[in-house]
């Protein structure tokens, strides 16, 4: 007979120890890439990322390059938590309200045949979201053979909850072998012990309960046409479950309410119609991601960093800048250009970063159901003076250089071994202001959403 009671206990210490390793590769990635994701000043012999946040959002967002050619390249990932455009990206972790460095868990609610699972597959569609359901991963435990696989078998045809550690185990390697940082944890938690042991053995909570509320006749009448061979789709089985849900799982719903942290989407209507409720919920999530995109971007300017930037672009990037006299530069090599540019300077031996980029009042606006994305926003660019090379006596005047336009290339830092011509940079530091827009298109990869810059705009 199994024994749920002793066994959850030895279960969860050996899982509090294997996840405490998995938070540490977990904290170690999101360390790499949420780093400085404070309000602090950034120390300018670092790389940082602060941000200034109002009621609203997000009201600015500075990367401090630290005048490491390399700079936006070192926030790549490190372990498996990192995925989609969070990777390597230097405001991953700016996420609006949020504070931890865990992935995101949306918990999904509602009772047998709600629609989770329906609804679930477009939102991995549409916001690049990795679905684990809970009941998908017992039934395949319970077909591998495993010994509590009979054990699991009977609880399902049962429509009883299978005990925590076992169910937290298999959604724990799900979620590492994932490789993403975005969850849609279907059908759990399903009782109040599935809910704490989740958060002990992760040691973070979700982010939101999207609850799909059905009525029981409704629900009755879609798992009795659903067809897909499962032994607890029957009026027997579903009577069980009913009951467990209202008695184990309405509460788990209720204490998330009480949190302010339900989102009740009515699902007694058509796919598409829940569909567009439940979009709404996950927009958030895209616009961010188009936002840090946009940060790694300037991050990767103020760096001088040229693969970081190419590998943001689209080939056929179309842009309007004060450089281009009014033109409309297509391509590649005009940017390349000015990259170059900084690789030809010769190394600076300021601590102080030559540059650095910071996006105020950025505002997000999804196009094309969220396939394309506008970023606009005003960017600071501050410089610590004009740059001198190879200084010499403070008398000699001729080799000291104005700041020139908008855009001042990043030299790179003097290396230990470095001779010949040095920059460095006498004051009065410098502020610009200009004002950009710039067009993503999504281009998903297997880790998740991505964007490509198709078009900017440049005051
Ligand atoms: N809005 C809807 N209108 C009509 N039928 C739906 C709707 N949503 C889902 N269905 C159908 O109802 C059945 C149950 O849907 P689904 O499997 O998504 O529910 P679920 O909440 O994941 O169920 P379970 O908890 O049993 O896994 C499926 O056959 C699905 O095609
Ligand atoms: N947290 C969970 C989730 C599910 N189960 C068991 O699986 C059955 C089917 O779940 P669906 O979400 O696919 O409907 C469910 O009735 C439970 O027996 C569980 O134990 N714990």
Same mark, same amino acid.
């Given at each position: 007979?199994?024994?749920?009671?002793?066994?959850?206990?030895?279960?969860?210490?050996?899982?509090?120890?294997?996840?405490?390793?998995?938070?540490?590769?977990?904290?170690?990635?999101?360390?790499?890439?949420?780093?400085?994701?404070?309000?602090?000043?950034?120390?300018?012999?670092?790389?940082?990322?602060?941000?200034?946040?109002?009621?609203?959002?997000?009201?600015?967002?500075?990367?401090?390059?630290?005048?490491?050619?390399?700079?936006?390249?070192?926030?790549?990932?490190?372990?498996?938590?990192?995925?989609?455009?969070?990777?390597?990206?230097?405001?991953?972790?700016?996420?609006?309200?949020?504070?931890?460095?865990?992935?995101?868990?949306?918990?999904?609610?509602?009772?047998?045949?709600?629609?989770?699972?329906?609804?679930?597959?477009?939102?991995?569609?549409?916001?690049?979201?990795?679905?684990?359901?809970?009941?998908?991963?017992?039934?395949?435990?319970?077909?591998?053979?495993?010994?509590?696989?009979?054990?699991?078998?009977?609880? @399902?045809?049962?429509?009883?909850?299978?005990?925590?550690?076992?169910?937290?185990?298999?959604?724990?390697?799900?979620?590492?072998?994932?490789?993403?940082?975005?969850?849609?944890?279907?059908?759990?938690?399903?009782?109040?012990?599935?809910?704490?042991?989740?958060?002990?053995?992760?040691?973070?909570?979700?982010?939101?309960?999207?609850?799909?509320?059905?009525?029981?006749?409704?629900?009755?009448?879609?798992?009795?046409?659903?067809?897909?061979?499962?032994?607890?789709?029957?009026?027997?089985? @579903?009577?069980?479950?009913?009951?467990?849900?209202?008695?184990?799982?309405?509460?788990?719903?209720?204490?998330?309410?009480?949190?302010?942290?339900?989102?009740?989407?009515?699902?007694?209507?058509?796919?598409?119609?829940?569909?567009?409720?439940?979009?709404?919920?996950?927009?958030?999530?895209?616009?961010?991601?188009?936002?840090?995109?946009?940060?790694?971007?300037?991050?990767?300017?103020?760096?001088?960093?040229?693969?970081?930037?190419?590998?943001?672009?689209?080939?056929?990037?179309?842009?309007?800048?004060?450089?281009?006299?009014?033109?409309?530069?297509?391509?590649?090599?005009?940017?390349?250009?000015?990259?170059?540019?900084?690789?030809?300077?010769?190394?600076?031996?300021?601590? @102080?970063?030559?540059?650095?980029?910071?996006?105020?009042?950025?505002?997000?606006?999804?196009?094309?159901?969220?396939?394309?994305?506008?970023?606009?926003?005003?960017?600071? @660019?501050?410089?610590?003076?004009?740059?001198?090379?190879?200084?010499?006596?403070?008398?000699?005047?001729?080799?000291?250089?104005?700041?020139?336009?908008?855009?001042?290339?990043?030299?790179?830092?003097?290396?230990?071994?470095?001779?010949?011509?040095?920059?460095?940079?006498?004051?009065?530091?410098?502020?610009?202001?200009?004002?950009?827009?710039?067009?993503?298109?999504?281009?998903?990869?297997?880790?998740?959403?991505?964007?490509?810059?198709?078009?900017?705009?440049?005051?």
């Amino acid at each position: 007979m199994f024994n749920a009671r002793r066994n959850v206990f030895q279960l969860t210490s050996r899982v509090l120890t294997a996840s405490r390793e998995a938070a540490q590769t977990c904290a170690k990635s999101t360390f790499a890439t949420h780093r400085g994701a404070a309000l602090e000043v950034a120390p300018l012999n670092s790389t940082k990322l602060s941000s200034v946040k109002n009621g609203q959002g997000w009201t600015a967002l500075t990367f401090a390059a630290a005048g490491l050619a390399a700079a936006a390249s070192q926030m790549s990932p490190v372990g498996d938590c990192a995925g989609g455009e969070g990777k390597g990206s230097a405001a991953a972790g700016l996420k609006p309200g949020k504070a931890s460095a865990n992935p995101t868990v949306v918990f999904v609610l509602g009772g047998p045949g709600a629609g989770k699972g329906t609804q679930c597959s477009n939102i991995v569609r549409d916001y690049g979201f990795c679905h684990l359901s809970a009941g998908d991963l017992l039934r395949a435990h319970m077909k591998s053979g495993s010994k509590d696989g009979n054990m699991v078998a009977e609880m @399902i045809k049962n429509g009883q909850i299978v005990p925590s550690e076992v169910t937290i185990l298999l959604l724990q390697k799900a979620m590492k072998e994932s490789g993403k940082d975005k969850f849609l944890i279907d059908g759990f938690p399903r009782n109040a012990e599935n809910r704490d042991a989740f958060e002990k053995v992760m040691g973070f909570d979700c982010d939101f309960v999207l609850f799909f509320d059905c009525p029981e006749d409704v629900m009755e009448t879609r798992l009795l046409g659903r067809n897909e061979g499962r032994t607890d789709d029957n009026i027997e089985s @579903i009577r069980k479950r009913f009951k467990v849900f209202i008695e184990s799982s309405m509460p788990v719903v209720q204490y998330y309410e009480s949190l302010g942290k339900v989102n009740r989407v009515i699902a007694n209507k058509s796919p598409e119609a829940v569909y567009a409720d439940t979009k709404k919920l996950f927009d958030p999530y895209l616009k961010e991601s188009a936002l840090k995109a946009t940060t790694k971007l300037l991050a990767s300017i103020d760096a001088s960093d040229w693969d970081t930037y190419r590998g943001l672009l689209d080939s056929g990037l179309t842009a309007f800048e004060p450089e281009a006299k009014g033109h409309l530069v297509e391509g590649i090599p005009f940017h390349q250009y000015l990259f170059a540019q900084a690789q030809a300077l010769p190394p600076t031996s300021s601590k @102080i970063p030559p540059v650095m980029s910071t996006m105020s009042t950025p505002k997000v606006t999804l196009l094309g159901g969220g396939s394309s994305a506008l970023v606009t926003y005003t960017r600071l @660019i501050q410089r610590p003076g004009a740059m001198l090379i190879n200084p010499p006596s403070e008398s000699d005047e001729t080799s000291k250089q104005s700041p020139p336009g908008w855009w001042h290339p990043a030299p790179q830092p003097q290396t230990s071994t470095s001779s010949g011509p040095t920059a460095s940079f006498v004051g009065p530091p410098t502020t610009q202001s200009v004002q950009e827009t710039r067009v993503w298109e999504r281009c998903d990869d297997s880790s998740g959403v991505a964007w490509k810059l198709m078009h900017f705009h440049r005051s």
